[in-house]
Structures are given as structure tokens and as C-alpha cells.
């Protein structure tokens, strides 16, 4: 069975910084690419930044480019974020999740992605 599980959530403040983990089991990590999503309340989920099978190739979202960066550890079956220049509008429930197919190109729709963890909160304050 396949778990994922967010970590590194909370509270920070307007410039600040957070690094996101995402913790893989039930399955051969490196074979399958990886993304983050968030979901702000009363908005609908969208993507923020997703990763390559090999970590070779990454793509953010425009909103966040520059500011946080998506990588990965396969030998440690560890996804992360690095989130930094926080701003209020990064508030949401930051989601990771895994890709349904192995070696696939990088994915930008949520429907492409097979498993989910549960979010972790991140709130910018102003």
C-alpha cells in the first residue's frame, strides 16, 4: 500500500521560509514522478511544482517560480520544497503526491497523479 506523509507545515511570516517533506512508501519511489499541490480555502486545488522520476527535470507553477524549488532523494524515498519569500497568498493545505505510471514526463493536472497524502497546513502572515 502506498503512503505518503507531508511534513514541515506551520506558521511563518510574510519573507519567510519553510522546506517541505514528503516521506514515500509501498513503492519503487524512483520510478515515478512526483508533484506538489495546495489548496487555499474556498479555492480549488492547484499545481505548484512537480519532479521527473530521476529528478532531472522540474516545472513550477508561474506563481512560484523563483521562490521555491522541488527536489528529491530517491535513496531516502523523500520528496521536498523549499519554499522561501513566503507571502500570504502561499497560504493553503500544501499536498504531494505520486504519479499512476512509471518513467512518465512531467504532469501539471492533479487527475494524473494516483496517490495523495494527507496536506500539511502553511500559513503566511502578513
Known amino acids: 500500500q502506498v503512503q505518503l506523509v507531508e511534513s514541515g507545515g506551520g506558521l511563518v511570516q510574510a519573507g519567510g521560509s519553510l522546506r517541505l517533506s514528503c516521506a514515500a512508501s509501498g513503492r519503487t519511489f524512483s520510478k515515478y514522478g512526483m508533484g506538489w499541490f495546495r489548496q487555499a480555502p474556498g479555492k480549488e486545488r492547484e499545481f505548484v511544482a512537480a519532479?521527473?522520476?530521476?529528478?532531472?527535470?522540474?516545472d513550477y507553477a508561474d506563481s512560484v517560480k523563483g521562490r521555491f524549488t522541488i527536489s528529491r532523494d530517491n535513496a531516502k524515498s523523500t520528496m521536498y520544497l523549499q519554499m522561501n519569500s513566503l507571502n500570504p497568498e502561499d497560504t493553503a493545505v500544501y499536498y504531494c503526491a505520486v504519479r499512476g505510471t512509471t518513467y512518465s514526463r512531467i504532469s501539471y493536472t492533479s487527475y494524473e497523479y494516483e496517490y495523495w497524502g494527507q496536506g500539511t497546513q502553511v500559513t503566511v502572515s502578513s
Open positions: 519532479i521527473s522520476w530521476s529528478g532531472s527535470s522540474t
